[in-house]
């Protein structure tokens, strides 16, 4: 697997306070690579990091195969969480001028712009003053002058706050559009339904260490355990007291039923086995749907963030 970006064992300190402490991410290339974690856990850190804002006290990042300098900025595109745009100029003429300040020429710069605001659904709004933009409409003017030079990096720190789902579900598109086109993007964020959605592979950080990394649906897989979904036809007071045996969990489907029957969500205890579970389960119901539940990377989130709080650091 080809890499673009490599943090290797990063620390980072500040007065009484370690950020990071031997983090380690790689981002393969051509991915979108999901950076989570609690408020203050060190991903905007690692992100100031990354774009040479700041240096790592020890660590090292390797950029498209070589350690990162900061000529190589020009390479990467950063949208902060924290925006801001000249409110009493206009659309275009600001989106032109950030577009000049990393090296398009005039003529470029304004085909670009308008293609990309058209695809974003903001053409009519060129020759606006940013003033007159809702927090939506100005966060796609940013989004749009991120991307604009096309650069090989995209980081993107919680992109969906302020929009509504409809431009949240452009915006998710475009993302994933730049991705197929060969651009790799970073992007931190609590919205975990956008981590299904989007993430090929994700990194947790809590309390300034990684506690979690690898491929979406390997994750989903391995902390899949030994949870499953149930459809019957029957009474489930009679299939509760049945099984009851055999499995630690029986709780609501969550899920809209899909095909005929009922369904359940239950955990095989650690002694019996799917043979079992399915055996006393067609004796008690007519079971018609039998299968694994995968988890959510919103429960995986919690999990893993819990146990890792429960952890004691050790005193450096």
């Known amino acids: 697997m080809s890499y673009l970006l490599e943090?290797?064992?990063i620390v980072k300190d500040y007065t009484g306070h370690k950020a990071l402490d031997d983090v380690t991410v790689h981002v393969?290339?051509?991915?979108?690579?999901?950076l989570l974690g609690p408020n203050g856990a060190g991903k905007t850190t690692l992100i100031r990091i990354i774009n040479h804002i700041t240096a790592p006290d020890a660590g090292e990042v390797i950029f498209d195969g070589r350690p990162l300098t900061a000529d190589d900025v020009k390479h990467i595109g950063y949208l902060p969480e924290e925006r801001g745009?000249?409110?009493?100029?206009k659309v275009g003429e600001q989106a032109i001028f950030f577009a000049r300040l990393k090296g398009l020429d005039k003529r470029d710069a304004e085909k670009r712009?308008?293609?990309?605001?058209?695809?974003?659904e903001i053409g009519n709004w060129w020759n606006k003053k940013v003033e007159e933009l809702s927090?939506?409409?100005?966060?796609?003017?940013?989004?749009?002058?991120?991307?604009?030079?096309?650069?090989?990096l995209l980081i993107f720190d919680e992109p969906f706050s302020g929009f509504d789902p409809i431009n949240a579900n452009i915006l998710k598109r475009e993302i994933l559009r730049l991705r197929d086109e060969g651009s790799t993007v970073i992007f931190s964020t609590h919205n975990m339904s956008s981590v299904e959605e989007l993430c090929d592979h994700i990194t947790l950080i809590n309390r300034s260490r990684n506690i979690l990394t690898g491929n979406?649906?390997?994750?989903?897989?391995?902390?899949?355990?030994?949870r499953f979904r149930l459809r019957f036809e029957g009474e489930l007071s009679s299939l509760a007291e049945a099984i009851k045996p055999v499995v630690s969990y029986i709780g609501e489907d969550e899920e809209e039923n899909r095909g005929q029957g009922e369904s359940v969500i239950v955990e095989l205890?650690?002694?019996a086995t799917r043979r079992d579970l399915v055996d006393i389960a067609n004796r008690a119901t007519d079971l018609v749907g039998f299968e694994p539940v995968m988890?959510?990377?919103?429960?995986?989130?919690?999990?893993?963030?819990?146990?890792?709080?429960?952890m004691p650091v050790e005193n450096k």
């Open 7 to 9: 943090a290797n064992g």
């Open 113 to 120: 712009l308008k293609e990309w605001f058209e695809r974003m």
């Open 269 to 271: 205890s650690d002694a």
């Open 28 to 34: 393969p290339e051509g991915s979108v690579y999901g």
């Open 295 to 310: 988890p959510s990377i919103n429960n995986i989130f919690i999990n893993a963030v819990r146990n890792s709080s429960e």
């Open 135 to 152: 927090k939506g409409m100005a966060q796609k003017v940013q989004f749009i002058i991120t991307v604009l030079h096309r650069p090989k």
């Open 85 to 89: 745009l000249y409110k009493k100029m």
């Open 216 to 226: 979406v649906e390997e994750l989903r897989r391995s902390f899949g355990g030994n």
